[in-house]
């Protein structure tokens, strides 16, 4: 009879992992309202931060949620013959673009585009604003399939 045994990731194992992939899903509440988004993200292993860029409308739902300094799940993982999972949580934090660094600059850069982005708003009225996942937490977990 084939059994599951999970295994915790070490943390070199977990920056390693965030730092292939790039994509997962962002969790925000407000109350006890939740609201969850896919993202991409540039991930800095040295301070375990993920550098995140938001695309919204100024009445959406996700700015609702993005306003302030909302605390934050970070979710990212992959499915196949071995399952991993990361999560990440702690404050989610604005970022003033003028007051970017040129290492900021690159985090950004890292961080995935979408293959395609649709909006069914003119370009113009959309909100980029740019944020930082400061990591209180990273825990990675990984389920192997034994026979």
């Known amino acids: 009879m084939a059994?599951?045994?999970?295994?915790?990731?070490?943390?070199?194992?977990?920056?390693?992992?965030?730092?292939?992939?790039?994509?997962?899903?962002?969790?925000?509440?407000?109350?006890?309202?939740?609201?969850?988004?896919?993202?991409?993200?540039?991930?800095?292993?040295s301070e375990r931060c993920f550098y995140v860029r938001s695309v919204s409308t100024p009445d959406s739902d996700k700015r609702r949620f993005l306003d302030g300094e909302p605390k934050a799940r970070l979710v990212v993982y992959e499915a196949g013959d071995v399952y991993r999972s990361v999560v990440a949580a702690g404050p989610l934090v604005r970022i003033d673009p003028e007051s970017l660094t040129a290492a900021d600059v690159e985090r950004y850069g890292s961080?995935?585009?979408?293959?395609?982005?649709?909006?069914?708003?003119?370009?113009?009225?959309?909100?980029?604003?740019?944020?930082?996942?400061?990591?209180?937490?990273?825990?990675?977990?990984?389920?192997e399939h034994e026979d």
Do not use: C, K, Q
Not at 4 to 24: C, Q, Y
């Open 111 to 143: 961080a995935r585009r979408p293959l395609f982005e649709t909006w069914s708003e003119p370009t113009a009225e959309l909100d980029i604003e740019l944020y930082r996942l400061d990591a209180a937490t990273v825990n990675g977990r990984a389920v």
């Open 3 to 45: 059994r599951d045994r999970r295994i915790g990731m070490s943390p070199d194992e977990t920056d390693a992992f965030l730092g292939a992939h790039g994509t997962g899903v962002l969790s925000l509440a407000r109350d006890d309202d939740p609201y969850a988004i896919p993202i991409s993200y540039g991930y800095d292993p």
